[in-house]
């Protein structure tokens, strides 16, 4: 059986938005300081990579790993950190990137914790948006898209490890998921 359900965003599409998230980010920013971004490991290096290149003026760029649950089809709504950052990032501006919000637990303990480091401003990006999940609020100030509730892969999310080098943005068959 094909797991692949269909082609939810092609790569002409996602280009298209990203280059307008990085204007918009371009358009809030202090055109001076440095931006810090905060790609958070593994599923928005990809999107980060691309984001950063579509902001203008100074950006530095850190990594933050977070645990996920499993195979990540299901929540259980506990996040801890798994790799801190290597930048201070008090008195700093700060964008959070993101591949998805789901429930909201991730971006949330994301804010928590890094909002009582003291930060200039901290902001959030996401590529995708299944706000049809959410658990708790959570303030997104980029969206690139809302999606429907479906498990998606490629352009840097996984499935069990597979299909972060997809250029695409896939939708799996529900019933090829194993929990
Ligand atoms: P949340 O804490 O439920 O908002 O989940 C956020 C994290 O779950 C994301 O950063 C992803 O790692 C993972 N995730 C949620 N939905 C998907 C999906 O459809 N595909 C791949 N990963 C997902």
Redesign the pocket.
């Known amino acids: 059986m094909d797991e692949v359900q269909r082609i939810l965003l092609r790569r002409e599409a996602i280009a298209k938005r990203v280059q307008e998230l990085g204007e918009e980010v371009s358009a809030d920013r202090s055109p001076t300081d440095p931006l810090l971004a905060v790609a958070?490991l593994r599923?928005?290096v990809i999107f980060a990579a691309d984001l950063v290149r579509e902001i203008k003026g100074p950006v530095e760029l850190d990594f933050m790993a977070v645990s996920?649950?499993g195979n990540?089809?299901v929540?259980h709504?506990e996040?801890h950190v798994l790799k801190d950052l290597t930048e201070e990032i008090a008195g700093r501006d700060v964008l959070l990137v993101?591949?998805?919000?789901?429930?909201?637990?991730?971006?949330?303990?994301l804010l928590d914790t890094l909002g009582k480091r003291g930060p200039r401003s901290l902001r959030v990006c996401a590529l995708?948006d299944?706000a049809d999940?959410?658990?708790v609020e959570?303030p997104i100030d980029y969206v690139g898209f809302r999606i429907p509730d479906?498990?998606?892969?490629g352009y840097g999310?996984?499935?069990a490890g597979r299909f972060r080098n997809h250029p695409e943005i896939l939708a799996l068959r529900p019933e090829a998921l194993t929990s």
């Not at 429930?103 to 303990?109: E, L």
């Not at 479906?150 to 892969?153: E, I, R, S, T």
């Open positions: 958070i599923g928005a996920s649950y990540h089809s929540s709504g996040v993101e591949d998805i919000v789901d429930t909201g637990h991730t971006v949330r303990f995708l299944k999940r959410r658990e959570v479906a498990f998606v892969v999310l996984d499935y």
